[in-house]
């Protein structure tokens, strides 16, 4: 819909012969005010009201007050915001394609056109979260990986494939091209977009959100992106915009550059670090100056894509000369190049070493000289750790869980001429969007891997390496550059294009290995070269991970153990049993940019040219017709969920919580994986159990992930995780609760379906840094489906927060200092929630009444993380799905 454009400020620009309609920031600030020093970040929030502006959804007085921000820093005035287009990856993708379709079950059953239901805004889902390493180490592992993975996850993209021909702008890139964000950062970004309008062409910047919390990543291009839950994605691709407080901008300077040997892993752990501690969930974080010209476009690609570790909404780079240098390098279109940069500089949006500093909330400042070599864990993606000090480390996690009397025992493993001890590396992994997107670590891998092989290094037996690009433009270079063979010869051969271990599917450890860490309860690690190292995520088995560059993945493979001191301690030894020590084998700088320099734009562009085609397992998949999905009762991937089956019944107005009973007490940094688990599936959990009811053998589960698309599995999954420690069990882990009033102990899917039959609701209560970690709206799915109807935490991380409200799920936040502790709240309360109807408004104060076991009473304020209007008007009609649908309903 064309802008009322209340300003004038519609102008047209001429670039390499062809004509553009845009909104002109400097045109606007002529009438509003002086913008040259706002953050870039917010000068896209700005083009995108000047350019939404109907006098409904965006005012005059929104302009305003991006205006006015230059002076107060912060602001509590909502917009709302239209992103250009929504990215998906099929985990977060098949329950939204699930959810679309449900929605158009419910507009026919209402005897509307089903067609209603159509993404407004381009959409890309990138199937890029199904591979699992179940091959490793030798030629063929990729082949078989990928006919086990069709075999697994037919019925999964049979829908994916009817979703591609039912939906408008919608696209789907098949398995095995690579990963969402490094294919939106080779490919689908665009840095300036582009649309027809009553004959004109209209550009803007490119926008983005997806439902993968690493969309940030694209930040590092310029192109402002941040992850959502898919059903605010899906609200959002149907038109609905992004309601959204302008946030904080907190400016990260970065000056000189990166010593010898130091990577840009090194560099996100340490920027990671010091956002973490500095505080910036549900900020933007912007870098500037001199630094960034030193910075190549990948360094910043990977320090945008850790945004979520750090907390932040988006870690967002300006476009300048390096973003230009990019989109030639990967072989872009030179027109779309030539506006890139025509458009950046006539809106005031280019960065170069003249551009003033711009104003933010707060600033930190790092010297990228001060960087050193790093790695991050044993659990989280915060906790860094110097190279040299991670054997220390260690010991100390076997000091503290009491095991450092056998920090030495040597373990036989059955069958083998091996044995096993505590920190034994048992999953080495080159994986994940983080890393595998730039060429400059991932050149320094082949290196270390080709250095290794000429030295006589081999990897250790009990280590299960694997190397799964991001794109197979990886392979293109690897293999241009000569040093494929030598990290096949490690044992890094190609096992996928996929997120693989990173999102969990390490695939199954050889049964001697698993067996020997079960029976002796060892601690042992994986290093990869990911962004999520959370408890129980890469393998059940496996309790200490780190995060590490693709070369030290190398390296701990060679060593066979995170107890060392690469420093000082040798990896291996040689043919002539003269030790072969870390930095012997680790490549130049110069090195490094002689192999970088063979990559160049035609590698790009031949792998790109068919990209949504697919290869021939994919093209053979049969594909219903009809606008309306033909749902197949006896599927345990795809089911229609039950969220609609109310919707032609007007609302009930929000009440007050009565008598609800707590399902579970948990601590802080509860993170969505602990909710809701995207990796293995135990037999014997509510989950593994309901499948095998259905026939499906234990070998054949696939994972938490891959069965999104079925309610049934999820709900059972909900709080399953088999590291989540419930309070109210003393801590034990594992997804169990007290069913009160008895003090039985049931799954919390049990105890919660005996509630739901009793009519009793939910409550959760939790600490600090509640839903941190990935987008995941099962998280907040799993909860409502659970029946719980508040959580009360003393904080909530961004997204999470805004699913369970999406999903009709009370956030509520403890006030001031009182905490779960200071209450005195054990899980054997009964919690009644006042001050709930018709009448609720964006964080206003609630009571809770607390009824104690021994008959006691008393009550405590919580504040209600209902944020803003549009929010009131999604959680008043039970989810922000159910609000569209009913609007598209009515229409």
Avoid at 358 to 379: H, I, N
Avoid at 721 to 738: A, D, H, P, S, V
């Amino acid at each position: 819909m064309p802008s009322l454009d209340s300003l004038k400020c519609r102008r047209s620009l001429e670039v390499a012969g062809k004509t553009y309609h845009y909104y002109s920031l400097p045109d606007a600030a002529a009438q509003l005010g002086d913008i040259s020093r706002l953050p870039t970040s917010l000068k896209v929030l700005l083009e995108n009201l000047l350019r939404w502006e109907d006098d409904v959804t965006v005012r005059s007085d929104d302009l305003r007050s991006l205006v006015s921000w230059l002076q107060t820093r912060s602001s509590d005035q909502e917009i709302q915001y239209r992103p250009a287009r929504v990215l998906m990856q099929d985990f977060t993708g098949v329950p939204a394609v699930v959810d679309l379709a449900a929605m158009r079950d419910a507009v026919a059953r209402a005897g509307g056109d089903p067609q209603k239901i159509n993404p407004l805004s381009p959409v890309d889902l990138v199937i890029d979260h199904s591979v699992m390493v179940d091959r490793f180490g030798s030629d063929q592992a990729f082949e078989q990986n990928v006919e086990i993975e069709m075999q697994r996850n037919g019925e999964r993209y049979e829908f994916l494939r009817w979703g591609q021909q039912a939906f408008d702008n919608f696209s789907v890139v098949p398995p095995g091209t690579g990963i969402c964000h490094q294919v939106n950062l080779e490919y689908l970004g665009q840095v300036v977009w582009t649309r027809e309008e009553n004959g004109e062409t209209v550009a803007y910047p490119d926008t983005l959100v997806g439902t993968d919390s690493h969309t940030t990543m694209i930040n590092g291009l310029g192109v402002l992106g941040w992850g959502v839950g898919g059903i605010e994605a899906e609200a959002a691709m149907l038109g609905q915009p992004v309601s959204m407080l302008i946030p904080e901008v907190i400016g990260f300077r970065l000056s000189g550059k990166l010593n010898e040997g130091v990577t840009a892993t090194d560099l996100v752990l340490t920027v990671t670090q010091m956002l973490r501690k500095h505080g910036v969930v549900g900020k933007f974080v912007e870098f500037y100056g001199p630094g960034l010209d030193h910075l190549p476009l990948a360094d910043r690609a990977t320090i945008g894509n850790m945004a979520p570790e750090y907390g932040a909404t988006c870690g967002f780079f300006p476009v300048d000369q390096i973003t230009i240098d990019y989109l030639r390098l990967t072989g872009r279109n030179e027109e779309r190049i030539a506006l890139v940069e025509a458009y950046s500089k006539a809106q005031g949006m280019w960065r170069d070493s003249n551009s003033p500093d711009p104003v933010f909330t707060a600033t930190l400042e790092l010297d990228l000289a001060q960087v050193q070599p790093s790695v991050a864990g044993p659990k989280r993606p915060q906790d860094r750790v110097t190279l040299g000090d991670i054997g220390a480390n260690f010991d100390l996690l076997l000091e503290t869980g009491g095991r450092k009397q056998q920090a030495d025992t040597s373990v036989e493993v059955k069958g083998e001429n091996f044995h096993l001890k505590h920190g034994a590396v048992v999953i080495a992994a080159i994986t994940s969007c983080t890393n595998t997107s730039n060429p400059n670590v991932l050149m320094a891998a082949g290196l270390v891997a080709k250095k290794a092989v000429e030295r006589g290094l081999k990897r250790q037996p009990w280590v299960k390496s694997s190397l799964a690009p991001g794109s197979k433009v990886v392979t293109d270079y690897l293999e241009r550059a000569g040093l494929t063979r030598y990290l096949d010869q490690l044992g890094f051969n190609l096992v996928g294009y996929g997120c693989t271990t990173c999102i969990g599917n390490s695939g199954p450890l050889p049964d001697a290995i698993g067996q020997a860490i079960t029976d002796n309860d060892l601690i042992v690690s994986s290093v990869l070269s990911g962004n999520r190292n959370f408890e129980g995520r890469v393998h059940p088995l496996v309790k200490a991970n780190w995060l590490a560059s693709p070369p030290l993945v190398v390296a701990f493979a060679l060593a066979g153990t995170t107890r060392i001191n690469m420093d000082r301690e040798p990896l291996g030894y040689d043919d002539q049993n003269q030790p072969v020590y870390l930095k012997d084998i680790w490549p130049s700088s110069a090195e490094i940019a002689e192999a970088v320099a063979r990559i160049d734009g035609e590698m790009f562009r031949s792998r790109y040219a068919d990209v949504f085609s697919g290869d021939e397992h994919w093209q053979k998949i049969p594909v219903s017709a009809g606008d309306t999905y033909q749902w197949n009762a006896s599927s345990s991937y795809v089911q229609n969920p039950p969220y609609f089956e109310d919707i032609g019944q007007p609302p009930a107005p929000p009440a007050d919580v009565e008598n609800a009973r707590v399902l579970a007490v948990f601590g802080d940094s509860i993170t969505t994986d602990h909710i809701s688990p995207a990796g293995n599936i135990k037999a014997s959990s509510p989950a593994g159990l309901y499948l095998q009811s259905l026939g499906v053998a234990p070998e054949d589960f696939n994972s938490y992930g891959s069965r999104r698309g079925n309610h049934e599995v999820m709900m059972r999954g909900t709080f399953a995780n088999i590291r989540i420690k419930n309070e109210m069990l003393g801590g034990e882990e594992g997804g169990n609760t007290l069913y009160q009033p008895s003090g039985e102990k049931l799954s919390i899917y049990d105890a919660a379906m005996r509630y739901q039959a009793e009519d009793v609701p939910l409550v959760v209560i939790a600490g600090k840094e509640y839903g941190t970690g990935s987008s995941r709206d099962w998280a907040a799915k799993g909860t409502n489906l659970l029946g719980v109807k508040a959580v009360i935490a003393e904080s909530f991380e961004r997204i999470h927060r805004s699913n369970l409200i999406g999903m009709g799920v009370l956030a509520l936040q403890f006030v001031g200092e009182q905490t779960r502790q200071s209450l005195g709240l054990n899980g054997t309360e009964k919690l009644s929630i006042r001050g709930l109807g018709a009448d609720i408004k964006p964080r206003q104060l609630l009571t809770v009444d607390v009824e104690r076991q021994d008959g006691s009473r008393d009550s405590f304020q919580v504040l209600s993380r209902i944020d803003t209007l549009n929010e009131v008007q999604y959680f008043k009609a039970g989810g922000i799905l159910h609000y569209v649908l009913r609007q598209l309903i009515g229409s």
